[in-house]
Nanobody, 114 residues
Framework: QVRLVESGGGLVQPGGSLRLSCAAS????????MGWYRQTPGKQRELVAT???????NYADSVKGRFTISRDNVVNTVYLQMSSLKPEDTAVYFC????????WGQGTQVTVSS
């Protein structure tokens, strides 16, 4: 019942910046903990960042200081601002919404390469 649509992925140079967006379909967006996860071929999906309904954030050590997660409850959207991007950040990035039930988006490809 919750549709999550990611956007903003693409090809970026090392050291560059990119902002991902995830639009949610529900008006009750504000109660969900939102998160970004990423996955590369042959590896398990890993947490990148989360933000609670109260605005508390959590980041993976690998992205701390470079990525910022934020949310806009008026337009039901969560963002991931990525700076100082590295080739190892290359992955499919997935949006996640969690309350009682979890929902996942289809993912958006981020490629960091010269």
């Amino acid at each position: 019942q919750v549709r999550l649509v990611e956007s903003g992925g693409g090809l970026v140079q090392p050291g560059g910046s990119l902002r991902l967006s995830c639009a949610a379909s529900r008006n009750a967006f504000s109660i969900y903990t939102m998160g970004w996860y990423r996955q590369t071929p042959g590896k398990q999906r890993e947490l990148v960042a989360t933000i609670t309904s109260g605005g508390t954030t959590n980041y993976a050590d690998s992205v701390k200081g470079r990525f910022t997660i934020s949310r806009d409850n008026v337009v039901n959207t969560v963002y991931l601002q990525m700076s100082s991007l590295k080739p190892e950040d290359t992955a499919v990035y997935f949006c996640n919404a969690r309350y009682i039930v979890e929902y996942w988006g289809q993912g958006t490809q981020v490629t960091v390469s010269s």
